[in-house]
């Protein structure tokens, strides 16, 4: 599918990069409005939805993962360094998506080489595919990261079943989370944890018409590192704001 109608990558990614900060500014600086938040639960899965589209798309497969590991690389020694330098105590910044992302796209990678092997290569692919969706269980997105990306790869071809497959996703999530409260409350489950507003990324989803949209170099690059260098920006500002 490519029309002009609905939102192309580019038009996706820059959706989600702006509400990607607003999440961030809500994360380090202080009295900024809990609303930032709710619409940062969109941002999430919106990556994993494009990051799988580049994988049918990109002409390498081992460059597009070799870019996302390699800044999954550089933001982790970024953030340490940064800990190290500006922590205070309950002030510090965790952010590992890069190498959930990247992980989503090197399990992929073994779940296409299972599928064109035989015999003993087909089942060592499927067991190095298993292997890299459970050391994705241990970074930021964790299990919902691996669900959504085997999601929208398996049931790329039917916008309508990966419409139902995300929202039984999100309601799987919404079922932890109310698990996760010893009292099911409004304030618990839809303000202390906003995580339910990932519904609503599912529009955004079914608006893209298969189009690239503006591509030059440097566009092809403003997510690799638009990424850190304004988490970064506004983690140094939160801190000067809070000293």
């Not at 269980?137 to 990966?162: D, I, P, Q």
């Amino acid at each position: 599918m490519n029309n002009s109608f609905g939102l192309n990558a580019f038009q996706l990614k820059i959706i989600a990069l702006v509400l990607m900060v607003l999440d961030h500014v809500a994360t380090f600086i202080p009295d900024t409005p809990n609303w930032f938040h709710w619409v940062g639960r969109i941002v999430a899965p919106i990556f994993f939805y494009l990051i799988v589209e580049g994988f049918f798309h990109t002409r390498s497969r081992t460059k597009y993962m070799k870019r996302l590991f390699a800044c999954a690389f550089i933001m982790i020694i970024g953030n340490l360094i940064l800990n190290l330098i500006f922590r205070i105590e309950g002030y510090v910044i965790m952010n590992h998506m890069f190498l959930s992302l990247a992980l989503g796209i090197l399990m992929l990678h073994c779940i296409d080489l299972a599928k064109s092997k035989v015999g003993k290569d087909n089942a060592l692919f499927i067991i190095l595919a298993i292997l890299v969706a459970g050391a994705a269980f241990f970074t930021e997105a964790s299990m919902l990261g691996v669900l959504m990306t085997l999601n929208f790869y398996f049931l790329r071809n039917s916008k309508w079943k990966m419409a139902i497959g995300y929202l039984v996703i999100c309601a799987f999530e919404l079922f932890i989370l109310t698990n996760s409260f010893t009292e099911f409350e409004y304030d618990n489950l839809f303000l202390m944890n906003v995580q339910w507003m990932m519904f609503m990324a599912l529009p955004f989803m079914l608006l893209y018409n298969g189009a690239r949209g503006l591509n030059t170099p440097f566009t092809k690059n403003l997510f690799y590192l638009f990424y850190p260098v304004h988490l970064w920006i506004i983690f140094i500002i939160g801190y000067f704001m809070r000293v």
